[in-house]
């Protein structure tokens, strides 16, 4: 069982920056395969990033090159540090676990409550 709060969401001009943490319980996160996704309203949530338990990174093409996530074991955290963000970056922001590599919502298996990051132009 894993439980996972993320925080650092908030209001940013665009071209700004803004780190997400999630914090994660459990004795087995390192076994975990973590992600980032992002939900706008009335839109379907959709795939920001992921790291593996080793470091593989995998990033959507909307957000290569301008976020960067990363992790820490011994401390169970996760971060996304998001630069240059931009309006359609606006969502809320979820953290998720899986215990297998992928891309889709359905393959991750815990996810926290979200937070809302907005980008005003």
């Known amino acids: 069982q894993v439980q996972l709060v993320e925080s650092g969401g908030g209001l940013v001009q665009a071209g700004g920056s803004l780190r997400l943490s999630c914090a994660a319980s459990?004795?087995?996160?390192?076994?975990?395969?973590m992600g980032w996704f992002r939900q706008a309203p009335g839109e379907e949530r959709e795939f920001v990033a992921r790291?593996?338990?080793?470091?593989?990174?995998y990033y959507a093409d909307s957000v290569k090159g301008r976020f960067t996530i990363s992790r820490d074991n011994a401390k169970n955290t996760v971060l996304l540090q998001m630069n240059s963000l931009k309006p359609e970056d606006t969502a809320v922001y979820y953290c998720a676990a899986s215990a297998r590599a992928g891309s889709r919502p359905y393959e991750y298996d815990y996810w926290g409550q979200g937070t809302q990051v907005t980008v005003s132009s």
């Open positions: 459990g004795r087995t996160f390192g076994s975990y395969i």
């Open positions: 790291i593996s338990w080793g470091g593989t990174l």
